[in-house]
């Protein structure tokens, strides 16, 4: 009996290491709430040296939407539209737009999360969602967002971690900040 359970724990322990491996993500079923995730608050490396941050960005910004224009010699440009750091609660998107300083490089994964800063100063948020982009040869730019979650986005100050490929100890690359703020009273 002992044996069994032992590999039955084997089993289930190889098919989540496989979906993992693969890059599966666990959704939850609809309706379920998730537990919050009390993240450490970290600086990237460009701000502990005091650099001012560069190397793959041109310019970072939070806004609204943004379009993509095609028409320069095949390159993919994204211009951002509804440039701010402020939202309100019922906003239905926020998007992180990013240019590159140049646009042949490698294919490459940008991950972004969205982190809630603790109200109090602690060093630790509350990650809100993740999200991760493919960048192509022909890819001056692109975006990460984060969409409405139920009851809209919860007052406060929020800080986007843009990761290179994958979330790791040395993989920041930047912080991007932008805060949401109680909709105006008609």
Known sequence: MKACASAGRIARLAVVSAA??????????????????????????SEKS???????FRRIVTARGFEI????????SVKA???TSEFTPDTPEIYVVVEFLQSNFDIFRLVGRF???????KPVGMLLHTDKAQFENEDTGGYLLIRQPPGGFPVGHY?????????TDI??????RF???PAAVK
Do not use: C, N
């Open 159 to 167: 800080r986007v971690e843009i990761h290179y490929e994958a979330v």
């Open 115 to 121: 982190i809630l800063e603790d109200p109090e100063g």
């Open 69 to 76: 224009d095609t028409g320069r010699a095949g390159l993919h």
């Open 50 to 56: 005091g650099s001012s941050p560069q190397g793959l």
């Open 20 to 45: 993992a491996l693969l890059g599966a993500s666990f959704v939850p079923a609809a309706g379920a709430q998730l537990a919050p995730v009390l993240v450490p608050l970290v600086k990237p490396l």
């Open 171 to 176: 993989s920041l690359l930047t912080l991007v």
């Open 179 to 181: 805060k949401v703020v």
């Open 81 to 83: 539209l509804g440039v």
